[in-house]
């Protein structure tokens, strides 16, 4: 629109729903579910708008039903990638030339649709396809993505307002323009917002992007695509491309037109991913973007102070929430040894109430594990801790999949504070406590801070606000977002930026200005109203 400079609605975090019995909303994703079991989905490939399917076709199964098949998707092959990268380079032309505030309009009205009329079917094929209960799926599929998009607009304009100073008689600028190429965005498959952040974000900056979503989380990246279509998002500019991981990467990695990397996943995949990008530097255009957010070793450290049934709390919900499967996700404690010895029958009792089983039934607690590979993974190092010396399974330990992927919550106890399972991610529901001797504390976070790899997020729990202030200290380099008497996981968008350093990533924050500048290349303009019209300077001047 001509002649108008607009604003950008201030964004509010989306209110979640608590789906509580007697509730419409309940009754309505209740009939959501049963809409979704009714009939078999059939996925396409979109790329320059159209739905294209292939020879290849992948099942989408129910990880706690691991019979039930939901539909199937179609699989990209060599031809689709490289009509995908032809099609965004298509679309750059144009998109790159569009008003901000008409790009804008697409994503918030992408987000009133998830708001409002898609809310329940996303909820449903995220609850069924990836197996996370109601309230895991409401606070990732819905709020999270909705508030991912108006706060990026939000945030994006805040980018473009920011100009320099113009002296008299001249007028200087910033504009900060888009990559010169296409964007590689690589989901996990544990976050739908995720899914659905890492094409967005650069596009609303006027980038193009090619999205591969992960293998086993189609279906609502499928579903969000079809809702970003029906807002208006112009052909080409997001390809939806489900593909191997070999075969797009080698396809992408070697384009003289990429121009960024925008991943979430295993620390592994992005090094690969990295080392790869490098061998073929010289190919680009330009110095490709490369922003990644990897694992986490997350812990909980407890001081004597701390409150016991808050730590409990935090625990139970940080560690097994959405089946431990958070990069987030709570997986080493440290906690006095006089505390654990009397917290231990309280903490026992918490947990013999967790419920688990299909996301259908509401209350449940938790559900299944996402695939065989990862139920595998995590049974051996169950396993590992059963068979050794050097731990003790307090609970749990159990594993089945005779029905669905179903890991029993499971809490290990070791004396070694670099046993495997205080070290290595794990990704699944399982925990593990190492009680340190009272009087080493400060001696135990330093030990903390140097045990992982990692640096994604950690909690102190105290009521003594001197080991509060030692542990925050000790702890700086730990982790990128650290909390004071609450879970490591769960932050919001626009309230805490997500994202650590060290093998954790690039640490460039989602949900905040500071992920969407990187898919910014910034032009300074000066102009000058009257240019000199001569070279000679008065100090040139004899007398």
């Known amino acids: 629109m001509r002649n108008c400079i607009a604003k950008i609605p201030e964004p509010i975090n989306e209110p979640v729903y608590d789906y509580g019995v007697g509730t419409k909303e309940r009754d309505n994703l209740k009939s959501a579910l049963k809409d979704v079991l009714s009939k078999k989905v059939e996925i396409a490939l979109i790329i320059g708008g159209k739905e294209i399917k292939t020879e290849n076709t992948v099942d989408i199964r129910c990880p706690h039903q691991h019979d039930i098949v939901l539909g199937q998707y179609y699989q990209a092959g060599k031809e689709e990638i490289k009509l995908a990268i032809e099609s965004a380079m298509n679309a750059k032309k144009n998109w790159a030339k569009i008003d901000f505030q008409e790009r804008a309009a697409i994503f918030l009205k992408a987000a009133e649709l998830l708001s409002t009329k898609y809310r329940y079917l996303m909820n449903a ?21 909705i508030d991912f998009l108006r706060f990026n607009v939000k945030f994006a304009e805040k980018i473009y307002e920011d100009q320099p100073i113009s002296p008299k008689g001249f007028w200087n600028r910033m504009q900060y323009r888009p990559l010169e190429g296409f964007v590689f965005a690589v989901p996990p498959f544990n976050f739908v917002s995720i899914s659905g952040n890492l094409p967005t974000a650069p596009v609303i900056m006027g980038n193009v992007s090619i999205w591969k979503p992960a293998s086993s989380a189609v279906y609502p990246s499928y579903l969000f695509m079809k809702i970003l279509q029906e807002a208006g998002l112009p052909d080409g500019v997001i390809n939806f491309v489900p593909a191997k991981g070999s075969t797009i990467g080698d396809l992408v990695f070697s384009s003289r037109e990429f121009a960024g990397l925008h991943f979430t996943g295993s620390y592994e995949t992005f090094n690969y991913m990295w080392k790869t990008i490098a061998n073929n530097i010289s190919n680009y255009i330009t110095y490709p973007r490369i922003v990644g957010e990897t694992g986490g070793k997350d812990f909980i450290f407890a001081h004597n102070s701390a409150n016991v049934k808050s730590l409990i709390a935090a625990i139970i919900r ?52 996402i695939d065989r590979e990862s139920f595998d993974k995590i049974k051996s190092y169950i396993d590992y801790a059963i068979n050794s010396n050097e731990a003790s399974i307090l609970f749990g330990g159990k594993c089945d999949d005779s029905v669905g992927y179903f890991v029993e919550p499971t809490v290990i106890v070791t004396e070694n504070p670099h046993f495997k399972t205080m070290e290595e991610e794990i990704f699944g529901p399982v925990v593990t406590f190492y009680p340190y001797d009272d009087n080493k504390f400060e001696e135990t976070l330093y030990l903390c801070d140097k045990t992982s790899i990692y640096g994604l997020t950690g909690a102190i ?23 004071i008497n609450d879970k490591p996981t769960g932050a919001v968008v626009g309230q805490q930026p997500f994202g650590g350093a060290r093998a954790s990533g690039t640490n460039d924050k989602a949900g905040s200005l500071l992920n969407l500048i990187r898919w910014t290349s910034a032009r300074s303009v000066k102009e000058t109203f009257n240019p000199p019209e001569n070279f000679q300077y008065p100090f040139m001047e004899e007398r």
């Open 125 to 145: 094929t995220t609850m069924l396809s990836i197996s996370k209960n109601v309230f895991q799926a409401e606070i990732d599929c819905v709020c999270e993505l």
């Open 318 to 369: 940080g560690s097994f929430e959405y089946q431990g499967q958070k990069c987030s996700a709570v997986s080493r404690v440290y906690i006095p040894k006089l505390m654990f010895n009397s917290f231990k029958d309280e903490f026992l009792n918490e947990l013999s109430k967790i419920k688990m089983g299909s996301p259908e039934d509401f209350t449940n607690f938790m559900n299944a594990v």
């Open 461 to 483: 729990f105290a009521q003594d606000r001197n080991a509060i202030n030692i542990a925050t200290e000790v702890l700086e380099s730990s982790a990128g977002n650290f909390y």
